[in-house]
């Protein structure tokens, strides 16, 4: 038998800096960061108010908002002000796009953050044939993006704030999908040239995404983007997503694969679970993904055994009662499981056990030792009653 300290279990996270966004820090060993994107026009100040404090009563720590024109970038600085006068400040990040350079100026004056996209910041007009850019084009058009970029990246850098360049796979810039294809490589090209300009101008409160809606062409960008800043030197934090993953059972599935692979490599500091559903529907998601790999523990973890012929009562039903009045702790694991066979060595780790005795009877576990058999009936009531007994209940708010 090999005793367990020969294997690792825990993640390396990536070594990254530590870049502030408002109160919270994305990187530099922190936890991941939770974030989400709200659907409201910013110009309904109310609307846009309201819809951020949703999101962020629920959890989401860095919430983004759509920011297409001046008028837009204006409204944020009395969605600001709204927010610290009758809830409290939120980190927010403005998305800008095409041409953005005068309203992410004045954005940048009331936001945390300002994410832009490489692939449309600069508007390169569109060549007659699809033919690849001569090194001078290309340094042509690489100079006319500095000029752009240098006055945003100086107002963000003398006012302490940050930059997300986010890079997605569906727009990337006509001059690199002509150098470099519709690939990883053009992907991770775009957000480096954009850091050099950041980095010429002193400036690193930087963070990159490299989004794709196919999880094979986003996996690939972000490891590629990370061997490429590791051969650079560069350590920024990396935010993760998947975009148009869809809604329902796929959109998560397809969200998890993308994100989870890349976090169980240590790789990603924020995540945005992207779903064409309300946006309060991505934050479980976003923690439950963080949680199943030991990334956060913001709720309890629950172990079940998947039942079998030997199961001794109604696990789905018993699963669900126990999920129902315990689901407000957090920090707790507890099992369920069937019966004794299998069941107390399986739940091991497990801070309580519900476990399928004999019929009629369930036994308690405090960890591995049972502490009492009680009627079904009462299991839930007990279990409730040995978690208060060890101080380690809280009532539900
Ligand atoms: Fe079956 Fe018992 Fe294993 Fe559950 S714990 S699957 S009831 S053997």
């Known amino acids: 038998i090999i005793s367990q300290p020969d294997f690792d279990t825990t993640i390396h996270r990536r070594k990254t800096r530590p870049v502030k ?22 110009l309904d100040i109310e609307g846009s108010v309201a819809a951020i404090r949703r999101l962020h009563e629920i959890g989401c720590e860095i919430v983004r908002v759509t920011v297409p024109s001046m008028g837009h970038a204006k409204a944020l600085a009395t969605i600001k002000e709204k927010l610290a006068q009758v809830y409290q400040p939120v980190p927010l990040v403005a998305d800008v796009h095409h041409n953005g350079l005068n309203i992410a100026l004045e954005v ?21 044939t699809r033919t690849e850019y001569s090194q001078e084009e290309f340094e042509k058009i690489g100079d006319k993006i500095r000029q752009t970029l240098e006055p945003l990246v100086i107002s963000l850098r003398d006012q302490g704030k940050a930059m997300r360049i986010g890079v997605n796979h569906g727009s990337l810039a006509e001059r690199m999908l002509f150098t470099y294809g519709d690939t990883p490589e053009g992907m991770v090209e775009s957000a480096l040239e954009f ?12 963070i990159v995404s490299l989004k794709a809606s196919r999880v094979p062409v986003m996996l690939a960008a972000y490891r590629l983007m990370v061997k490429r800043m590791d051969e650079l030197g560069m350590d920024y934090p990396l935010h ?22 890349l976090l169980a490599e240590g790789i990603g500091d924020t995540i945005r679970v992207s779903l064409t559903e309300a946006p309060e529907k991505e934050i479980p998601v976003c923690y439950s993904i963080l949680q199943a790999l030991g990334l956060r523990k913001t709720m309890v973890e629950y172990v079940a055994c998947p039942s079998c012929g030997r199961t001794l009562f109604n696990l789905e039903e018993v699963l669900h009662q126990v999920r129902e009045a315990t689901k ?9 499981m069937g019966c004794i066979v299998n069941g107390p060595g399986e739940m091991a780790d497990a801070d309580y056990g519900y476990v399928g005795k004999q019929a009629g009877y369930i036994a308690l576990y405090r960890g591995r030792e049972e ?25 539900p708010s």
């Open 21 to 42: 966004v408002g109160n919270i820090t994305i990187g530099g060993g922190f936890p991941v960061v939770v974030q989400s994107m709200i659907n409201e026009d910013t």
């Open 108 to 128: 940048a004056k009331h936001v945390d953050k300002v994410r832009i996209n490489p692939g449309l910041y600069v508007f390169e007009k569109p060549r007659a």
């Open 195 to 206: 850091i050099h300009i950041c980095e010429s101008l002193d400036f690193y409160n930087l």
């Open 240 to 261: 993760l997503g998947v975009t148009e993953a869809g809604d329902g059972e796929y959109g998560r599935i397809k969200s998890t694969a993308g994100i989870g692979t």
């Open 328 to 336: 407000h702790l957090t920090g707790l694991d507890i099992a369920v």
């Open 371 to 395: 502490i009492k058999r009680v009627h079904e009936e009462q299991g839930v009531e007990e279990l409730i009653n040995l978690i208060k007994a060890d101080g380690r209940w809280v009532d």
